[in-house]
């Protein structure tokens, strides 16, 4: 099997990455098209302030009220619906820190200790990370202990969804 090793650096954006060479240049694509994006424009979500209801605190963006299905206890972003399965939740997770904490680089440690307090942990959630990666829902940035990670514009479209379906179940 070949392997391959690329770093790159474009202006303050960095890629490094190593392995089997698919896995490589599909990495590398997404990233490109992260980097792309981020120059050229500013998404709609993104340009939008979270807007806070002073009667009940309530955090709501792009028609998501998070506060229902989630809570947010200093680093950690725990989920007080279940979701449909364990990817669901890590999804529901990542985008409760990006909404709620406005953190676009999540570690393992921080989704691990929302889905502890959530209580849907089972196993190594890597694993399941790198399945989302490979579907090009999460992009992996760093390297063992200190690998972020960060949801792709197709996965925060796919954890929105979710976030609505299990809104939906609460209401």
Known sequence: M??????????????????????????????????????????????????????????????????????????????????????????????????LRSNDAVTGAEITSGLRQTGGLDGRIDYRLNKMIDAGEVVAIGERRGRRYRLTNTGLNKAQEISRNVIATVA
């Open 2 to 99: 070949e392997t391959m090793r690329v770093k790159l650096k474009v202006g303050e954006h960095e890629f490094e990455a190593e392995g089997p060479l698919e896995a490589v240049q599909s990495q590398l694509a997404t990233w490109k098209d992260l980097i792309t994006e981020a120059t050229t424009h500013i998404p709609k979500q993104c340009a939008q302030p979270t807007t806070q209801s002073p009667t009940n605190g309530t955090q709501s963006r792009n028609g998501l009220t998070l506060d229902a299905i989630m809570k947010l206890d200093g680093r950690v972003v725990s989920l007080t619906a279940r979701g449909q399965s364990s990817d669901d939740e890590i999804m529901l997770v990542l985008l409760g820190q990006k909404m």
